[in-house]
């Protein structure tokens, strides 16, 4: 079986690395000619609306797949028409606008920050004079690691923020002074069988991952997986789905999901039995899922920007280390480290100890 990829990232590449045990091949459509994920497999390196580009990967491949949210709606549609492309399209039209995606959650009952939708100005100051502030307002689109974001403090802002997003369609999101963040990373394969990662806390800095932690046992994973499964079910989805929670006062606010393979899931590599980008293949490809649980207690750092002494972070006993094959450039995911241990006091201390990482 040959697999399309649409994007050549580094979940791309990571798709491909658990995808050659399968028996897999894969077909990368990404304009970037030193993609991350070419040398796993073969590059059409040409942009996502170039229709011959879409029409030599329609003919090579026997299913789609992507590893970001902003693949253009005309590129999605073109190649359905073509062949399966999985997670569904219609769940990701709802999860690249944030106004559709966070009205879905509330009409299936699942709790989110209070949010209202800013088409101008005049609505950002009714919006403002309506939930106070402070206030977040975001990009319908095309935000990601806290990209199209302008906190609002303080009513002179107001003007600034929308100059700030350019003037584009957005929402007015309440802040949530979260207690922790936590992600859910689901799965439903093409028969309609689900399966549920152990929970993973999460820290960011300026919007952007640095840290993962998986959590054995923890006392909110019921209600995440009945939020993650209510979503699966409803979308008919077809893939792996991470969801993403703020937590406060015992309940989970779900701030947004993401139709892929997630960064809050790259632990699963060795933390799990079954990782979640097997399993994603697994589930675009109608096999049976693999198993979703923990080999022990299991933490994942990022590396941003620069890399530690590669030296230093392999001395640590259970570190793991993935290198993207990416030059080194400010806020840039150039890598992570996944660090495993058998409790989660050796767990701690190894990460601790993990060199040039921000603790
Ligand atoms: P997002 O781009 O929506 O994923 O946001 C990136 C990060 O910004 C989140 O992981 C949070 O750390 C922070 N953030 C986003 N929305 C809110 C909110 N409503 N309240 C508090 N923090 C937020």
Redesign the pocket.
Same mark, same amino acid.
């Given at each position: 079986m040959r697999v399309g990829v649409l994007g050549g990232g580094q979940l791309a590449r990571m798709l491909a690395l658990a995808g050659y045990p399968l028996g897999l091949e894969f077909v990368f459509l990404c304009p970037v000619p030193d993609a991350c994920a070419a040398p796993l497999g073969e590059h059409l390196c040409a942009n996502f609306d170039d229709e011959a580009a879409l029409q030599r990967l329609a003919g090579s491949v026997d299913r789609v797949t992507y590893e970001f949210e902003s693949v253009p709606a005309g590129t999605v549609a073109y190649l359905n028409d073509k062949l399966p492309v999985y997670p569904p399209p219609p769940a990701l039209a709802t999860a690249r606008d944030?106004l559709h995606e966070k009205s879905l959650f509330n009409e299936l009952g699942i709790d989110t920050?209070p949010?209202m939708a800013v088409d101008s100005l005049d609505d950002l100051q009714q919006a403002v004079a309506k939930m106070g502030l402070p206030?977040?307002l975001?990009t319908r689109t095309l935000?990601?690691?806290?990209?199209?974001?302008q906190w609002l403090r303080d009513p002179a802002e107001l003007m600034v923020a929308w100059e700030g997003i350019n003037g584009t369609a957005a929402i007015l &999101?309440?802040?949530?002074?979260?207690e922790r &963040?936590v992600s859910i990373i689901a799965v439903r394969n093409l028969a309609g069988e689900m399966a549920f990662y152990p929970l993973t806390e999460?820290r960011?800095a300026a919007?952007?991952?640095q840290r993962s932690i998986s959590l054995p046992d923890d006392p909110m994973q019921g209600l995440a997986e009945d939020y993650a499964q209510r979503l699966l079910e409803h979308l008919a989805y077809v893939g792996v789905l991470a969801v &993403?929670f703020?937590q406060l006062d015992g309940q989970l606010?779900v701030? &947004?999901m993401a139709p892929r393979v997630h960064n809050s899931g790259h632990w699963t590599i060795e933390g799990a039995v079954s990782s979640q980008f097997e399993n994603h293949l697994r589930a675009i490809l109608g096999l049976p899922l693999g198993s979703t649980a923990l080999t022990g207690h299991s933490g994942m750092v990022n590396l941003i920007g620069e890399l530690p002494d590669i030296d230093a972070v392999l001395s640590i006993p259970g570190a793991h280390l993935h290198l993207y094959g990416k030059g080194p450039q400010p806020g840039r995911k150039l890598g992570h480290i996944t660090v495993c241990a058998d409790n989660g006091d050796s767990l701690q201390h190894r990460l601790a100890v993990m060199p040039g990482i921000q603790s």
């Open positions: 944030r920050a949010f206030a977040i975001k935000g990601y690691d806290g990209k199209g974001q &999101e309440g802040v949530v002074p979260f &963040e999460n960011h919007g952007i991952l &993403e703020f606010l701030n &947004e």
